[in-house]
């Protein structure tokens, strides 16, 4: 079968971002628009150009990643997070390597609120680091593990990445599944990578002698919990609503509400869970952040705009980029022709994982999702992958290998930074962090490792 045009565009693409990005160093969301752009004029779309740009505006999903970012950065500017921290350092210092196993857990939880993998560790990494290398992590090992940490957020909801996997699911079968539904699978994938990272911190630890945090530096438990027991409310606030409309959907939202009612309910749920976090974090720390009167918390958010709007911007474009595919079809001649190939199911399993893994050296993987979900989707389901866990997979293939891959690492780098570790030993470990979750990511495909909820 000869190369379908549609293919071509996608390298013109490609080639596109990679010229605006990496040679013009423009920031992403520039090269998502232009490259947005060109593909307007390649597929001849003028009269639509500002349907597309609209579009997204429409998107409910859209709005949930917004308020998701600016949570990330209230969280970020306030105490809520170290809190958190403080916490999980009380109950697991005493432990070999217990400062990396709060990396894991606090980088994870936080990375999922913001969907970035280097953004999250600017943030938590200036926590984490110090603390494992005082613990005595190799500088290196300490900058991989709170990379590998962060990098685990854009496949864990509530990550912006799950909604834009969710929104290629629902473009490719129409109301066949519903939110809450794939919410829990994602955490179903997303728990199998967390195994992987603590199996390789253990081992790791193992392999470095990493040693405990010493006792005179752990935090109580009591003290801990009492002085910062309103930010262990928060993960509460986030999650619980969210499962409860999984499990009781079915149960007792549709039988009272109707099934367009409960649909609508779930995406309010998703839309309000993150403001009403918000709220919430802002009013146990308005002492901190000097009052919630209108014109401090207009100064409180306009430092936090050169964070949220870029993010922003590239998911926003991201989507413009997905409604002209959609209505081009661009990915149909594309599955068409890898499936020409005839490749079987462990194929594709590995096909895909290292063809993502590289596209992710240089284009984000919310852009990844929106150019490629579609044609992942539709050529795991036709050799018998269960669609929902084709897209479940999507971001833990595409945004959590954003940032790690070397030499085009803005995650590894970031952790470099901080920790001042060498780029040869760094890089090395950095790639079996991106291995090792590979494995996992191609057993998971083939069924190898089972998933809940699916």
Same mark, same amino acid.
């Given at each position: 079968?000869?190369?379908?045009?549609?293919?071509?565009?996608?390298?013109?693409?490609?080639?596109?971002?990679?010229?605006?990005?990496?040679?013009?160093?423009?920031?992403?969301?520039?090269?998502?628009?232009?490259?947005?752009?060109?593909?307007?004029?390649?597929?001849?779309?003028?009269?639509?150009?500002?349907?597309?740009?609209?579009?997204?505006?429409?998107?409910?999903?859209?709005?949930?990643?917004?308020?998701?970012?600016?949570?990330?950065?209230?969280?970020?500017?306030?105490?809520?997070?170290?809190?958190?921290?403080?916490?999980?350092?009380?109950?697991?210092?005493?432990?070999?390597?217990?400062?990396?196993?709060?990396?894991?857990?606090?980088?994870?939880?936080?990375?999922?609120?913001?969907?970035?993998?280097?953004?999250?560790?600017?943030?938590?990494?200036?926590?984490?680091?110090?603390?494992?290398?005082?613990?005595?992590?190799?500088?290196?090992?300490?900058?991989?593990?709170?990379?590998?940490?962060?990098?685990?957020?854009?496949?864990?909801?509530?990550?912006?990445?799950?909604?834009?996997?969710?929104?290629?699911?629902?473009?490719?079968?129409?109301?066949?599944?519903?939110?809450?539904?794939?919410?829990?699978?994602?955490?179903?994938?997303?728990?199998?990578?967390?195994?992987?990272?603590?199996?390789?911190?253990?081992?790791?630890?193992?392999?470095?002698?990493?040693?405990?945090?010493?006792?005179?530096?752990?935090?109580?438990?009591?003290?801990?919990?009492?002085?910062?027991?309103?930010?262990?409310?928060?993960?509460?606030?986030?999650?619980?609503?969210?499962?409860?409309?999984?499990?009781?959907?079915?149960?007792?939202?549709?039988?009272?509400?109707?099934?367009?009612?409960?649909?609508?309910?779930?995406?309010?749920?998703?839309?309000?869970?993150?403001?009403?976090?918000?709220?919430?974090?802002?009013?146990?720390?308005?002492?901190?952040?000097?009052?919630?009167?209108?014109?401090?918390?207009?100064?409180?958010?306009?430092? /936090?705009?050169?964070?949220?709007?870029?993010?922003?911007?590239?998911?926003?474009?991201?989507?413009?980029?997905?409604?002209?595919?959609?209505?081009?079809?661009?990915?149909?001649?594309?599955?068409?022709?890898?499936?020409?190939?005839?490749?079987?199911?462990?194929?594709?399993?590995?096909?895909?994982?290292?063809?993502?893994?590289?596209?992710?050296?240089?284009?984000?993987?919310?852009?990844?999702?929106?150019?490629?979900?579609?044609?992942?989707?539709?050529?795991?389901?036709?050799? /018998?992958?269960?669609?929902?866990?084709?897209?479940?997979?999507?971001?833990?293939?595409?945004?959590?290998?954003?940032?790690?891959?070397?030499?085009?690492?803005?995650?590894?780098?970031?952790?470099?930074?901080?920790?001042?570790?060498?780029?040869?030993?760094?890089?090395?470990?950095?790639?079996?962090?991106?291995?090792?979750?590979?494995?996992?990511?191609?057993?998971?495909?083939?069924?190898?490792?089972?998933?809940?909820?699916?």
């Amino acid at each position: 079968m000869a190369m379908p045009i549609e293919l071509m565009y996608l390298f013109v693409l490609l080639i596109t971002i990679i010229i605006v990005f990496v040679y013009y160093k423009r920031p992403i969301y520039e090269a998502m628009f232009i490259g947005f752009l060109v593909m307007v004029v390649a597929l001849g779309r003028f009269d639509r150009l500002f349907h597309y740009i609209i579009k997204p505006s429409t998107n409910t999903l859209f709005y949930a990643i917004v308020a998701f970012l600016a949570l990330a950065y209230i969280f970020g500017e306030t105490n809520v997070i170290k809190h958190v921290i403080d916490f999980i350092l009380a109950l697991v210092g005493r432990f070999r390597g217990g400062a990396g196993w709060v990396a894991l857990a606090s980088s994870t939880f936080m990375a999922a609120l913001s969907g970035t993998g280097p953004g999250n560790v600017a943030a938590t990494g200036i926590f984490t680091i110090p603390t494992m290398i005082k613990t005595k992590f190799p500088r290196h090992l300490a900058a991989t593990t709170e990379m590998a940490a962060s990098s685990l957020g854009p496949m864990i909801p509530p990550s912006g990445t799950i909604l834009l996997a969710f929104g290629v699911l629902d473009a490719v079968y129409p109301g066949k599944y519903q939110l809450s539904q794939f919410w829990m699978v994602v955490w179903g994938v997303g728990i199998w990578l967390i195994v992987q990272r603590a199996l390789t911190l253990y081992g790791l630890c193992r392999y470095y002698k990493v040693e405990s945090v010493p006792k005179e530096e752990r935090p109580s438990i009591s003290e801990t919990f009492k002085k910062g027991w309103k930010s262990l409310i928060v993960p509460l606030i986030i999650f619980l609503p969210l499962f409860l409309d999984f499990q009781l959907k079915d149960t007792f939202f549709t039988s009272r509400l109707g099934p367009d009612g409960a649909a609508a309910m779930s995406s309010s749920v998703i839309q309000f869970t993150p403001g009403v976090a918000a709220i919430y974090a802002l009013i146990i720390s308005r002492k901190e952040i000097g009052g919630l009167s209108p014109s401090n918390l207009f100064k409180f958010f306009k430092k /936090g705009i050169s964070q949220i709007v870029p993010v922003a911007a590239t998911v926003y474009f991201a989507y413009c980029l997905s409604e002209l595919f959609g209505e081009t079809n661009i990915a149909e001649p594309i599955g068409d022709y890898i499936a020409s190939f005839n490749m079987t199911k462990t194929q594709l399993a590995i096909f895909f994982p290292v063809l993502t893994t590289f596209l992710g050296m240089f284009i984000t993987g919310s852009a990844q999702v929106a150019i490629f979900g579609s044609l992942i989707v539709t050529a795991l389901a036709g050799v /018998g992958v269960n669609p929902l866990l084709a897209a479940a997979i999507l971001p833990c293939i595409t945004g959590a290998l954003e940032g790690m891959t070397p030499p085009l690492a803005l995650a590894m780098y970031a952790a470099m930074g901080i920790a001042k570790s060498g780029m040869k030993e760094t890089s090395i470990l950095a790639l079996i962090w991106v291995g090792l979750h590979l494995l996992f990511s191609i057993l998971i495909m083939t069924g190898l490792l089972p998933v809940a909820f699916l």
